[in-house]
Nanobody
C-alpha cells in the first residue's frame, strides 16, 4: 500500500504561481511513476503531469510550458510548480502513484483545491 498526502493548494490570482507538494509513504519500492491529475466541477478527471522513476516527465496539453513536475525520491516527495495560472486551472488536484512506468495510477491522494480567481 502507498499513502499520498497533498498540500499547497489555495486561492491565487490569474497569472500567479503556486507550488503543490505530495508526501508519499508505504511500499514506494513498488512504484515506477508518480504524477498529478485534476478534476474540475462538472468535468472529467484529466492528467496534469506524470514523471517516471527515471525522471522522464509528461504533461497534459493544457499545462505544457506552464507547469513543472519534480520528484525528490530520497524523501518520497512529489512537487508541481504551477505558473501563469488561469481560471480554467481551477480544480481539485490529486497526487497519484503507479506501479507501471506508463500505466494508469494505482493510488490516489485525497486532493488539494486550487482556485484561480481575481
Amino acid at each position: 500500500q502507498v499513502h499520498l498526502v497533498e498540500s499547497g493548494g489555495g486561492l491565487v490570482q490569474p497569472g500567479g504561481s503556486l507550488r503543490l507538494s505530495c508526501a508519499a509513504s508505504g511500499s514506494m519500492s513498488s512504484i515506477a511513476a508518480m504524477g498529478w491529475s485534476r478534476q474540475a466541477p462538472g468535468k472529467e478527471r484529466e492528467l496534469v503531469a506524470h514523471i517516471t522513476n527515471g525522471g522522464t516527465a509528461f504533461y497534459g496539453d493544457s499545462v505544457k510550458g506552464r507547469f513543472t513536475v519534480s520528484r525528490d525520491k530520497a524523501n518520497n516527495m512529489l512537487y508541481l510548480q504551477m505558473s501563469s495560472l488561469k481560471p480554467e486551472d481551477t480544480a481539485m488536484y490529486y497526487c497519484t502513484a503507479a506501479a507501471n512506468r506508463l500505466g494508469a495510477p494505482d493510488y490516489w491522494g485525497q486532493g488539494t483545491q486550487v482556485t484561480v480567481s481575481s
